[in-house]
């Protein structure tokens, strides 16, 4: 399986590890993305509990005080977006075909 094939696989996987402890098996709970921040994600453990307040209020677009699916990609690409900027020259140079 590609790299993007087994990444975007674990998105979907970590996603579901968390989903549905406390209701719906398909959102997440502000406990369940709470949770998934601290221990999947470096940064997770910085976080305040008023800035996960904030968090789970922009990532709830229809505002029933879950984190569907669509809300957890757009919460993914915009840390895809921090660790481009923090990241990028760190990368491996493509190999040579």
Known sequence: MASLDQAIGALVCVFHKYSGKEGDKNTLSKGELKELIQKEL???????????QKLMADLDRNK????????????????AMVYHDAFAGSCPPPANK
């Open 42 to 52: 470096s940064l997770g453990a910085k976080l305040q509990e008023a800035e996960i």
């Open 64 to 79: 029933d005080q879950e984190v569907n699916f669509q809300e957890y990609v757009t919460f993914l690409a915009a840390v």
